[in-house]
């Protein structure tokens, strides 16, 4: 079993930036792929992006290629989001996710965590 828990949301002006951060606990952390996703008002939750268990492969989705990066710590069991030249469409809520593998469904994630607010202003 593994508890996620997402922190470092907030508002920002468009182009500035944010680091989120997902804290897990359990043992079995750095076995895991982890994804970020995000869900907007009315929008169903999409892909960001996702790392492996190593953290030596990453993937992307096109809207957020260039401007986030994920990295994780396996010896402090936290995946990280840093999020640049932010834009008002990146507002959402954020969530990390654990998996088998970087995927870009949500179902194929078996431990998610509560999720935390993003805002960005025009």
């Known amino acids: 079993q593994v508890q996620l828990v997402e922190s470092g949301g907030g508002l920002v002006q468009a182009g500035g930036s944010l680091r989120l951060s997902c804290a897990a606990s359990?043992?079995?952390?750095?076995?895991?792929?982890m994804g970020w996703f995000r869900q907007a008002p009315g929008k169903e939750r999409e892909f960001v992006g996702g790392?492996?268990?190593?953290?030596?492969?990453?993937y992307y989705a096109d809207s957020v290629k260039g401007r986030f990066t994920i990295s994780r710590d396996n010896a402090k069991n936290t995946v990280y989001l840093q999020m640049n030249s932010l834009k008002p469409e990146d507002t959402a809520v954020y969530y990390c996710?654990?998996?088998?593998?970087?995927?870009?469904?949500?179902?194929?994630?078996?431990?998610w965590g509560q999720g935390t607010q993003v805002t960005v202003s025009s």
């Open positions: 996710a654990a998996g088998g593998a970087i995927v870009v469904v949500t179902t194929a994630y078996r431990f």
């Open positions: 790392i492996n268990w190593s953290g030596g492969s990453t």
């Open positions: 359990g043992r079995t952390f750095s076995s895991y792929a």
